[in-house]
């Protein structure tokens, strides 16, 4: 169901649970979470469903029955475990970057660049693999009703 005119907006409060890689990882003594240093890692939010938003009114009002929901990011829990500085450097994606290599025909670009672009087609394979895996027809097979 889309959130229409006349369909309320569940919301309410949320925090994030942050890893903090240490002091050694910091950009200096303003660092805290939500940097873009890296030091602090965003793994997981806990929303705590308690309202509904009546986007006609605007008026927020209690639910008869909140709930909490945990949202934790696999990669970036992975990346945590391993120890690793990025998602892509996590042990899950070693063998489709390693295969994307064998289809780089100029080696002149930039490493940066060629780091980027694999970092890229890796997350949407990822993706890709995620939609169908939930039931979404792969590219070029949708049904037209």
């Given at each position: 169901?889309?959130?229409?005119?006349?369909?309320?907006?569940?919301?309410?409060?949320?925090?994030?649970?942050?890893?903090?890689?240490?002091?050694e990882t910091s950009c200096?003594?303003?660092?805290?979470?939500?940097?873009?240093?890296?030091?602090?890692?965003?793994?997981?939010?806990?929303?705590?469903?308690?309202?509904?938003?009546?986007?006609?009114?605007?008026?927020?009002?209690?639910?008869?029955?909140?709930?909490?929901?945990?949202?934790?990011?696999?990669?970036?829990?992975?990346?945590?475990?391993?120890?690793?500085?990025?998602?892509?450097?996590?042990?899950?994606?070693?063998?489709?970057?390693?295969?994307?290599?064998?289809f780089i025909t100029n080696?002149?670009?930039?490493?940066?660049?060629?780091?980027?672009?694999?970092?890229?087609?890796?997350?949407?394979?990822?993706?890709?693999?995620?939609?169908?895996?939930?039931?979404?027809?792969?590219?070029?097979?949708?049904?037209?009703?």
């Amino acid at each position: 169901m889309q959130n229409t005119p006349t369909n309320p907006r569940k919301c309410g409060p949320s925090t994030e649970l942050f890893y903090d890689r240490g002091v050694e990882t910091s950009c200096g003594s303003a660092c805290q979470p939500g940097c873009p240093c890296g030091r602090f890692i965003e793994f997981a939010n806990l929303l705590f469903i308690a309202y509904t938003l009546n986007p006609q009114t605007n008026v927020i009002e209690l639910m008869a029955e909140p709930f909490v929901e945990t949202v934790i990011g696999t990669e970036r829990t992975a990346m945590i475990l391993q120890g690793v500085d990025s998602v892509f450097d996590i042990h899950s994606y070693h063998a489709v970057l390693d295969g994307i290599e064998n289809f780089i025909t100029n080696e002149d670009l930039p490493l940066q660049l060629i780091r980027k672009s694999k970092h890229i087609i890796v997350d949407h394979l990822r993706a890709l693999c995620v939609l169908v895996k939930n039931g979404a027809p792969p590219p070029g097979k949708a049904t037209i009703l």
